[in-house]
């Protein structure tokens, strides 16, 4: 069974940071690029926010940048993305997602996870 599970979600005010995780199973982890994408209130699906190949060659989106950081631990199949100096405007239902490596750019994704929660306060 294919399965993208994210974590670290949660509450955080202004200024704050949280690190996000995206653990894979159920298919070859190192044929796929990992994307995050969020789903804001009332907002339109945004991203990939940030993507990582297998060689850890990776790029945010120029709006979050400098801010967030996407990591790879392909021993742990896992993906990260630390989120920093977090705005109300990052509040979002964040999702990784997978697209074969080949595929990467503009590639359809061929798996997702259920999201994790993100709000933050002002």
């Known amino acids: 069974e294919v399965r993208l599970v994210e974590s670290g979600g949660g509450l955080v005010q202004t200024g704050g940071s949280l690190r996000l995780s995206c653990t894979a199973s159920?298919?070859?982890?190192?044929?796929?690029?990992i994307g995050w994408l969020r789903h804001g209130p009332g907002k339109d699906d945004e991203g990939p926010l940030c993507?990582?190949?297998?060689?850890?060659?990776?790029q945010c989106e120029s709006h979050v940048s400098g801010r967030f950081a996407i990591s790879r631990d392909n021993a742990k199949n896992t993906v990260y993305l630390q989120m920093n100096d977090l705005e109300p405007e990052d509040t979002a239902t964040y999702f990784c997602?997978?697209?074969?490596?080949?595929?990467?750019?503009?590639?359809?994704?061929?798996?997702w996870g259920q999201g994790t929660q993100v709000t933050v306060t002002s």
């Open positions: 997602a997978a697209v074969p490596e080949n595929e990467h750019d503009g590639g359809k994704f061929d798996y």
């Open positions: 993507m990582i190949l297998n060689d850890n060659r990776a």
């Open positions: 159920g298919f070859t982890f190192d044929d796929y690029a």
